[in-house]
């Protein structure tokens, strides 16, 4: 009844299971939104039984406006979108937050899991302009299954993406920061981008103050309003207190992981 | 005179549907949804005199049909609100009714919050808020003695020329004593209910979800026990109410004012849909319309008459 270009509603065209827990979701959208890599949409089934949308990270924006959302049922609200089927209307609020600033390449990123989202848009935004090497762990191969979409991106992107998993069932057996410090010792990188598990991003962020290069993270916080209106997602930082909606997701790892 | 207009304690509001204060930022987070000039009256985040950071670690988790908040009442503190904040709230809320919230931890905080705020024409006034349950040492003891709430409303009216609105807690034994302790103290309006004391468990790591532990519940799972509330205080008081807690479209707006609010505030169901003001002012003239409504004020406290 009344709009706002932040705010409308979507038909669903596809959600897949990517792999157990794991989906990628579609929306119809009639017009480009402009999203930028590292930005992220508040997202509700239009009948919910939410009180509030979900905070996801856009994967893919693409050329006819369509959003493309990667997501793990994590908790019911991630349960009830991966339970929604094709022709059913999703509200989308966004794009929403900063976004990856451009840095001199190449870049260097480092994707957990779900983490691994972000990464898709801006590798396909600016692969034209940037090189880059991409870090993906995981658990288990399950959440690495999402790679096959970033591999179909161009046939040579495959000689760019490096994989470990805890159980070795995927890439090598481990976690992403060994990789990441192998990569960081053969290799020149402008800065590195990581996405994931709050723990990873810190051992991330500490292997790249050691070795002096800039290291940008992307935060995941419970959030309400998604805008910065109700500060219900405020981190602490030593320039004072950072709303993750409004002044993030992106920070500078020495911003928020600086003890 | 539009149908929709309003006139309380001295405030002309052009419809009935303000925002909630903490709901809202300073007013400038949906400029890109709407213009909040449309609306009846913003009611700022809260203001302290220090800067305050709010409650570290988790502040927000869901509930059913509702949120728990343990903000813990971040803002930039008065000297800050006035050098950064002010001009921008003159520029962009130019057309609409501006009510400052303040907040204190003694009678005296109140009196300096108040008149610093009194030189600015822009506020048109102040929301004192002795409730907010999210201060260990703070609001919450002045919300539930009915005479520290006079000696607060008291002080604040002896130095400010501003319209007085004195908001309310529901974690109380008996809402409409301090409703009367308020009036007594001289407040203009009231406002209700702020959030309910609530709190929640994560059953997985066995501790506490939020940060601070202790939150208030907002949104549609408080609205029965708002509508009560404001029943209640509209049946003990003469002075107009600002009714609020789970308002989650115009029929809940209607609900309010027939329980005897004269204005209502919509909080946390714009997270989800900033666009629900726009929305129920359109629809409350449609209410009007429909039911040949001389002015959205004849349904005030009407279920009190029949």
Known sequence: MCHSEKIAEHEILENRK??????LMTLKCAYLQKAQPGQFYMLSPKKSNHFLSRPISLFSQKSNGDLQFYYFTKGSGTLELSHMKPGEKMIAQGPLGNSFTKVKSPLLLVGGGVGLAPFYE???????????????????????????????????????????????????????????????????????????????????????????????????????????????????TPTGMKRVCKEGPIFDATEVFYE | MSKLEVNIGGLQLKNPILTASGCFGFGQEYQEYFDPNILGGVALKGITPEMRKGNLGRRVVETPSGMINSVGLQN???????????????????????????????????????????????IHAIEVNVSCPNIKQGGMSFGVVPDLIKQVTQAVKKV?????????????????????????????????????????????????????????????????????????????????????????????????????????????????????????????????????LESISDIVGIVHKN
């Open chain 2, 76 to 122: 930039p503190g008065i000297e800050n609100f006035l050098k950064h904040y002010s001009l921008e709230i003159k520029q962009t809320l130019s057309h609409t009714t501006v009510i400052a919230n303040i907040n204190g931890k003694s009678v005296e905080e109140f009196v300096l919050l108040a008149e610093r705020l009194e030189s600015l024409k822009h």
């Open chain 1, 122 to 236: 801006l590798i396909e935004s600016r692969r034209e302009t940037m090189s880059f090497e991409l870090l993906a762990g995981a658990r288990t191969s399950t959440g690495l299954e999402i790679l096959k979409e970033f591999k179909a991106i161009s046939p040579d992107i495959d000689q760019s993406i490096y994989e470990a998993s805890d159980d070795g069932s995927v890439g090598m057996k481990g976690f992403v920061t060994e990789l990441l410090i192998q990569r960081l010792a053969v290799k020149y990188f402008g800065a590195v981008f990581v996405c994931g598990p709050t723990p990873m991003m810190k051992a991330v962020a500490k292997i790249c103050r050691d070795r002096g290069i800039q290291c940008f993270v992307s935060l995941e916080e419970a959030m309400a309003c998604g805008v910065g209106a109700c500060v219900g997602c405020s981190i602490e």
């Open chain 1, 18 to 23: 990517i792999a157990e827990d794991y989906y």
């Open chain 2, 160 to 292: 400010s020329s501003k319209c007085i609105i004195v908001k309310l807690t529901p974690n109380v034994t008996s809402i409409a004593e301090m409703a009367k302790a308020a009036e007594e103290g001289g407040a203009d309006i009231l406002s209700l209910i702020n959030t309910v004391q609530a709190m929640a468990i994560d059953i997985e790591s066995k501790k506490l979800v939020l940060g601070n532990g202790i939150g208030g519940l907002s949104g549609a799972a408080v609205k029965p026990i708002a509508l009560r509330a404001v029943y209640q205080v509209k049946s003990a008081v003469n002075i107009p109410i600002i009714g609020m807690g789970g308002v989650s479209n115009w029929r809940d707006v209607v609900e309010f004012m027939m329980a005897g609010a004269s204005a209502v505030a919509i909080g946390s169901a714009s997270f989800k849909n900033p666009m629900i003001f726009p929305e129920t002012v359109h629809e409350l003239s449609n209410y009007c319309q429909r039911e040949k």
